[in-house]
């Protein structure tokens, strides 16, 4: 019997594991927090992720991922064998993984994630572009000789990539995403009405009430918070219209990067687009009215995927089950053994 077959997804709020036959396994925090003077680790992924804001100067909040980049490998080896503990609890043979990585990084940040979870206990581990997870994830072929258009929108990027016969033929990341509307409402409240919040609380404004396109019907939330003038506590109450305000111009940055993209696509391959649409993926994909902003710039029709955060994470799972067949039509994975190379 073979050990549990895992897709990970590495995101820069997120670390997602799918386990073959089970489903999601894993949704947490891609954070660490260590004590300052022993350097222990003392808390992993969500329990670390809520100290935010409130960390006390002995404890050191650690996002190994900043904007699709792994800035600091050691840390996040550490998080994805601390993860991986969790998730094989109990199993007895060594686990098969996948894990969909940035498309851009580079052979040695390749061959560091593999030899570290090959020191984490997997049995074999394949690495697959997150833009190609993404699609497998969303339900989307890109085997056929036909294009497609995926757009993920993370927390720190934005990526879009134009897929066809098995191979990524045009993306970009954008460094902005979640995150970046989380500090446009911090910013915005800050500038109209005075009043200081912290991320978290923007975070969740976004998520309760948050769009970028008028919602038929206004929605309100209170925020506790600081008055920037009198240094006060003050609670406000924001609307739907308000975080419209605030959203908007970044949301219209990520349609005009999709729009770049596609000015480098040749017209048969466009011609693929204007027929399959363009298929949004990743956490802020659930952001109200963003599929309406890039339909009315791109003209093209926008699918939402369900469970978008899943994706990367559930279409690895997927590639790991289809390894052979994927391979016959040319797609290339990255793939180390245990006790091989
Ligand atoms: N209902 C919602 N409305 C708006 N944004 C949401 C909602 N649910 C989740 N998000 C946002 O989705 C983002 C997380 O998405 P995801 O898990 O896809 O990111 P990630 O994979 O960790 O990051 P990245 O792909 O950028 O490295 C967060 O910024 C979160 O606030
Ligand atoms: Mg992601």
Do not use: W
């Not at 992924?45 to 404890?59: F, H, I, K, Q, V």
């Not at 970028?212 to 209170?222: D, I, L």
Request: with cysteine; aromatic share 4%; glycine share 10%.
């Amino acid at each position: 019997m073979p050990g549990m077959q895992i897709g990970i997804d590495l995101g820069s709020s997120c670390i997602t594991a799918y386990a073959a036959g089970k489903g999601i396994v894993l949704h947490e925090a891609n954070a660490i927090s260590f004590d300052t003077f022993s350097g222990e680790a003392v808390a992993v992924g969500n329990e670390a992720m809520a100290m935010t804001d409130r960390t006390p100067s002995s404890l050191r909040l650690c996002r190994p991922m900043q904007a699709g980049v792994i800035s600091d490998f050691s840390i996040q080896c550490e998080i994805l064998r601390r993860m991986l503990d969790r998730v094989c609890k109990g199993a007895v043979l060594r686990p098969n993984l996948i894990i969909s990585v940035p498309s851009d990084l580079t052979k040695l940040e390749q061959r560091t994630i593999l030899d570290a979870a090959i020191a984490c206990g997997a049995a074999r581990v394949s690495l697959i572009p997150g833009p190609v997870a993404a699609a497998f994830g969303a339900g989307i072929s890109i085997e056929e000789p036909h294009g497609v258009l995926v757009v993920d929108i993370g927390a720190g990027t934005t990526d879009i990539a134009v897929m066809t016969m098995g191979t990524v033929a045009y993306c970009k990341s954008l460094p902005l995403a979640g995150d970046d509307f989380d500090k446009d409402i911090v910013r915005y409240l800050r500038r109209t009405a005075g009043v200081e919040i912290g991320l978290p609380t923007a975070k969740r404004l976004k998520h309760q009430i948050g769009c970028v396109s008028a919602r038929e019907e206004e929605f309100e939330a209170a925020a506790n918070g600081k008055d920037t003038l009198r240094q006060m506590p003050l609670q406000c109450a924001v609307t739907s219209t308000q975080i419209c305000e605030a959203l908007k111009e970044d949301a219209e940055k990520i349609a005009d990067a999709v729009l770049s993209v596609l000015e480098e696509v040749p017209p048969e391959l466009f011609a693929d687009l204007c027929d399959s649409g363009l298929t949004l993926c990743g956490g802020s994909s659930k952001l109200y009215g963003l599929d309406t902003v890039l339909h009315e710039k791109l003209r093209l029709s926008v699918k939402v995927a369900p469970d978008g955060e899943h994706c990367a994470a559930k279409g690895a799972g997927y590639a790991l089950r289809q390894m052979k067949q994927l391979e016959d039509h040319g797609l290339q994975f990255r793939v180390r053994e245990r006790g091989i190379g």
